[in-house]
């Protein structure tokens, strides 16, 4: 496994499934991400995405991952207004879960956090990403808050959103 900053994404990114399948949503208040969970009618989820969107600049860090010399996973963070660094995307594509590929480009999202001498990167996933959710709890992140409203408006009206965070320095609230 390899994980490389990036310009823009690679052609060869478009033909990733970064889709996942849901069979269960996270039950509120969302204090423990492994705790209250319920089974749901299985069905698919994908975020489409424009590839325009995906530069590097100098506020911005693009990471793509590949396996065998193929693209399988990217992560885009910004430095947010409030020194905080932003995961705004995370995908893995289904063949290469579980194979690292998050873990490192989380590594990588840290590393940069620390060059940026952020307090700590921050992150939104919704309730019925059970799995991604799970990832970040591994992986150290704290659930900040939700919004149960932030997606109404759209057909993922029943997703709510989690930001979670994680501190690489000692933060007072």
């Not at 849901?22 to 009618?41: C, K």
């Not at 069905?43 to 911005?60: E, I, N, Q």
């Not at 995908?91 to 060059?115: C, I, K, P, Q, Y």
């Not at 150290?140 to 759209?154: I, R, S, V």
């Amino acid at each position: 496994m390899l994980v490389e900053d990036a310009e823009t994404l690679p052609p060869a990114i478009m033909d990733c499934n970064f889709s996942f399948d849901v069979t269960s949503e996270l039950l509120a208040p969302y204090d423990d991400p492994f705790g209250q969970v319920r089974v749901v009618e299985p069905y698919r989820k994908s975020y489409g995405f424009d590839p325009d969107d995906f530069t590097a600049g100098p506020d911005r860090r693009l990471v793509i991952a590949s396996r065998a010399g193929r693209a399988c996973g990217y992560l885009l963070l910004s430095k947010s207004w409030n020194g905080f660094v932003s995961v705004e995307d995370l995908a893995v594509d289904r063949t290469a879960r579980r194979s690292g590929a998050g873990r490192m480009l989380m590594d990588r999202a840290v590393g940069w956090a620390r060059e940026q001498d952020a307090p700590g990167i921050r992150l939104e996933t919704q309730s019925n990403n059970v799995a991604a959710c799970r990832f970040h709890k591994r992986y150290g992140f704290e659930l900040g808050g939700y919004d149960k409203y932030l997606y109404a408006a759209l057909e993922q009206r029943r997703e709510t959103a989690l930001f979670l965070y994680l501190f690489l320095t000692a933060v007072e609230v």
